[in-house]
């Protein structure tokens, strides 16, 4: 099977852009929407399980597949327009080839996602990650302006647009953006740009978890414009006590004038970061969620943060933890039983808290889904939507919990 | 529309909130749009979401069609029904349900009117941001299904930005929950998925937004031009700097004239090309400070002269004028064509140029107001109805504007929405394979296609795509 497979795929993109993976399995590399898309309608026809890989730096090859589909080659900037503050980006580009893109026309994307440096847009689009700049500029779906997309059975759909603004026909970007790859494979993405901020100063405190949450209450309410708040465990920052940091980006004057009436607020020793170990320090939260197999988000503004770290520290453990009081995000990173992972779900769903499994290997996936249950009525929707976009079931992406 | 239906119908709302005679259907046969005018068989109007929900079950047994309606300043002929449709005023579902402060969050009946909104919550030191110039008649309801914007959408996001969570109530009767009160999508993100789907996806029923608190400190800059194309440019040079305005909105000279000439009045200088209002936001010290440099790039671009508002009475009549200038416009002919594109920012002072090229090549007279920091243009043509070779003029010349934005990388419409005004258009930017693909998804929502049938997706030019499971 895997012969005729790889022979197939040979035959369509030509022996550059087929390889096999460690456990043998074809993995196609194709270098455009128009190759992405023959690969999938051939997988469609075929009735080939796919199995969607940014730069494949995660998904365990135990993941039934009958191909891999890489976007790797997909790499390309296409087209960066500074006075529109647009870029169109291939989906496999790595984040950081990005960022050093933007950086040469003095632009950035306002997100600082877990993982490293080297993953791909594409799989920051696809599993919704944000990271602490969550608070400032929105999470990911903000970004993003619209994409190319091959559907499971190979069509090429084009969603949104190249501008700032745009109502014309229905949002089918926001499907995309924390689809986890089950309503089809991010070709090529539209993102919303921003200027380089001038002056970009972080400022942390140290101390116990209860103080420091009523601390971020306080900052969130206070009359600042942060562009991160966030609560770290002593794990993830690599310290003895739990830290809050704060970072200020923008302009001169709005940022001092910020750091200036920080200090006073949440009656905390504030200490700024020495402007050369600010990328270091962020780097430190960004690459914290590699410390455990497993990662989880969980939607929970200010007044829930205490409780639901309970909720954590009790079913799971404290661990790799950071929280967003005010854009309503904890993320959990650590190794935890199905059981454990179900029962935390299962306890949040009663606060009204949604659990989003952002990675893990895939007996885990599978078992618990991404999202796992959904509201009354919705799951009905979710699977007419995922029928659309993958009539054939090609997609080997478990959104939802398998039977128990 | 059958009796049978109507007595029902009543049972549900009670007979005095269901209108079927002629005189009563008048104020229902058009929305803002002046150009589409057709009754609908009915008009029902529920006062609760059982009671919405009560009606659309009954509508889904008889295989009836219906279209949701919340004010009807819809610009793109969303809320206008045909008379085989049920249409469903939601204007009485007006209640704010619960306000929380400490989270910022309210939820809302989509009935309440945007500014009202604004107005309860302002004693708690918070506001609803997404501020459409029509906000003292417009609907929260509304703003979800058209994904509103406003001027001050600029700095803080469009209607789809700050929606968290929504009750509606699909075509068949039932209800789903989409979304949760923090923000974060339960699953896929079908509240990003359903804000702006005009109605097709079914009846918002229920609306958790997010608040944001009042801007400690505001200054307002209103900077004249004398060429339109310097205003533009300014628009960019001021992008460039890194500094978000909170509103950057820009009045041609004919726009000018109209709102000087009516009782909004603002004291706009009218011999400028063009003028440019200019809103920062935030802390004192850094308002101060953006202030200067803006107003600095404002008078290298060619500003003749930069005044800041004087006063919160100031400013709120220099905002005035803005928001009422379609009114302004209205009265100078008897009709208004009002068209809304948006293009890459950059393309702006080539795009304007175009415009007014078009402009005298027929003949028209066109006042330009529009939301000029995001690239979304007003350009509207003043005509009379009555004059047939100028309707035809108009249309061509809108025909012509639309083809330029599209050319520069644009987009059709900006915040008005498609409704049936502009179908045409769609297969403009949009493969047939993606026209497909957005019907697929509506009927995923609206297996019959019942919900405001025959709006946004122009059915003939959909490639054929694979129906959903449960719509045969
Ligand atoms: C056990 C384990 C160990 C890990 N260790 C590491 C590590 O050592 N190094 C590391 O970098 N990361 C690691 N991670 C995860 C890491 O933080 C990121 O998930 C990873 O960097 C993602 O980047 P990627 O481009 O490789 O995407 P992938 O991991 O290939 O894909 C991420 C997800 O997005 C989907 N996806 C990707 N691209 C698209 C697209 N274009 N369209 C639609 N869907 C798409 C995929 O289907 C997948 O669900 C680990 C995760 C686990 C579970
Ligand atoms: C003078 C003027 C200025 C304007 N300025 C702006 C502006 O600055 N920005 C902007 O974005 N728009 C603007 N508009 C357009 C219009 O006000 C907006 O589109 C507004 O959101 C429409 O709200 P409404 O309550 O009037 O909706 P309606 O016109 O009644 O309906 C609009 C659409 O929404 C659907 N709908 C209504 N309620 C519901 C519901 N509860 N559930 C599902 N679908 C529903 C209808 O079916 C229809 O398709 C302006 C209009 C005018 C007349």
Known sequence: ?404 | MSPALIEELGRIVGPRWVRHRRAELKTYAMDGLPTRESYPGVVVIPASSSEVREVVRLLHLAGAPFVARGAGTGLSGGAVADPETVLIALTRMNRILHVDPVRRRAVVQPGVVNARLSEAVAPLGLHYVPDPSSQAACTVGGNVAENAGGPHCLKYGVTTNHIVQLEVVLPDGSTVELGSPHGEPWGPDLVGLFVGSEGMFGIVTAITVRLEPVPASVRTLLADFPTVRAASEAVSSVIATGIVPAAMEMMDRACVAAVEASIYAAGYPTDAAAVLLVELDGQPDAVEAESETVRAILCERGARSVRSASSAADRARLWQGRKKAFGAMGRIAPDLAVQDAVVPRSALPDIMDRIAEIRDRHGLSISNVFHAGDGNLHPNISFDRGDPDLVHRVHVACHEIMAVCVAAGGSITGEHGVGSDKLDYMPWIFSPETLAAMRAVRRVFDPAERANPGKVVPVHACREWRAARGAQ
């Not at chain 1, 986890?180 to 539209?190: D, L, Q």
């Not at chain 1, 078992?367 to 939507?385: K, P």
């Not at chain 1, 079931?393 to 959104?399: E, I, W």
């Open chain 1, 1 to 404: 099977m895997s012969d005729v497979v790889h022979g197939r795929l040979r035959a369509l993109l030509g022996s550059a852009g087929v390889e096999r993976d460690q456990a043998g399995l074809p993995r196609a590399i194709p270098d455009s929407a128009d190759a992405l898309s023959l690969v999938c309608r051939l997988a469609h026809e075929e009735g080939w399980k796919i199995r969607v890989e940014g730069h494949g730096t995660w998904l365990p090859a135990d993941a039934p597949a009958d191909l891999a589909v890489s976007t790797r080659a997909l790499d390309q900037v296409v087209s960066v327009s500074p006075a529109d503050l647009v870029a169109t980006v291939q989906a496999g580009t790595p984040l950081e080839a990005l960022r050093r893109r933007l950086a040469d026309e003095g632009m950035w994307l306002a997100l600082d996602p877990p993982g490293r440096p080297e993953r791909s847009l594409g799989s920051v689009i696809a599993t919704a990650t944000s990271g602490p700049l969550r608070h400032g500029f929105g999470p990911v779906r903000d970004h993003v302006l619209g994409c190319t997309v091959a559907t499971g059975d190979g069509r090429l759909v084009t969603t949104g647009g190249r501008v700032v603004k745009n109502v014309a026909g229905y949002d089918l970007t926001k499907l995309q953006v924390g689809g986890f790859g089950g309503f089809g494979i991010v070709a090529e993405a539209h993102i919303r740009l921003r200027a380089l901020p001038r002056a970009d100063i972080t400022l942390i405190a140290r101390g116990p978890r209860d103080a420091l949450t009523l601390a971020a209450r306080d900052v969130a309410s206070a009359e600042l414009v942060p562009a991160a708040l966030e609560l770290l465990s002593p794990a993830l920052a690599a310290e003895a006590d739990w830290v809050l940091a704060v970072r200020f980006l923008g302009t001169d004057a709005a940022v001092q004038g910020d750091v200036r009436r920080l200090a006073p607020v949440g009656n905390l020793a504030w200490q700024p970061l020495p402007a050369d170990r600010t990328a270091a320090f962020w780097g430190l939260v960004a690459r914290g969620s590699q410390g455990g197999p497993i990662t989880l988000r969980l939607g929970v503004l200010g007044d829930g943060v205490d409780d639901t770290i309970d909720l954590l520290a009790h079913d799971l453990d404290e661990g790799l933890l950071s929280a967003g009081p005010g854009a309503g995000m904890i993320r959990w990173t650590g190794d935890a039983t199905v059981e454990r992972l179900r029962a935390v779900r299962r306890a949040a769903a009663a606060r009204e808290i949604p659990m989003t499994l952002e990675r893990a290997p895939w007996a885990v996936r599978r078992a618990l889904g991404h999202f796992g249950a959904y509201r009354e009525g919705v799951g009905q929707l979710v699977g007419r939507l995922r029928d659309t976009f993958d009539p054939g079931q090609c997609l080997q992406v478990a959104l939802e919990a398998a039977a128990e």
